[in-house]
């Protein structure tokens, strides 16, 4: 399984990025999909996530600003973040898991990662 993200980018505040997490070897409509994100001297923290039935999970801060879908012909997860604010500066990875869905917001319980893409937000 190898998972690539991409769509990162420097943006000023109140802009928009979409982040993309494209799959081989394997399908995401088998896995959970997340998406989780590192700023400079933070630990790595939960944003959203994509359930393998189609179900959504955000974390608070970013409810109403980023949607997570996913296209099941292209094989990819998509993350739309709009209103984007300096404090969404970090790495963003996207991972999967097969975990159930009350664990989703765990980074250990993901198999499989792709490496992180940089997004900023200036002010």
């Known amino acids: 399984v190898q998972l690539q993200a991409s769509g990162g980018g420097l943006v000023q505040a109140g802009g928009s990025l979409t982040l993309s997490c494209a799959a081989s070897g394997c399908s995401f409509r088998s896995y959970t999909t997340g998406w989780f994100r590192q700023a400079p001297g933070k630990e790595r923290e939960f944003v959203a996530a994509?359930?393998?039935?189609?179900?959504?999970k955000y974390t608070d801060i970013v409810k109403g600003r980023f949607a997570i879908s996913r296209d099941n012909a292209k094989n990819t997860v998509t993350l739309q973040m709009n209103s984007l604010k300096p404090e969404d500066t970090a790495v963003y990875s996207c991972?999967?898991?097969?975990?159930?869905?009350?664990?989703?917001?765990?980074?250990?319980?993901?198999?499989?990662w792709g490496q992180g893409t940089q997004v900023t937000v200036s002010s």
């Open positions: 994509f359930g393998w039935s189609g179900n959504r």
């Open positions: 991972g999967v898991t097969t975990t159930t869905w009350g664990r989703v917001t765990e980074e250990n319980v993901y198999s499989y």
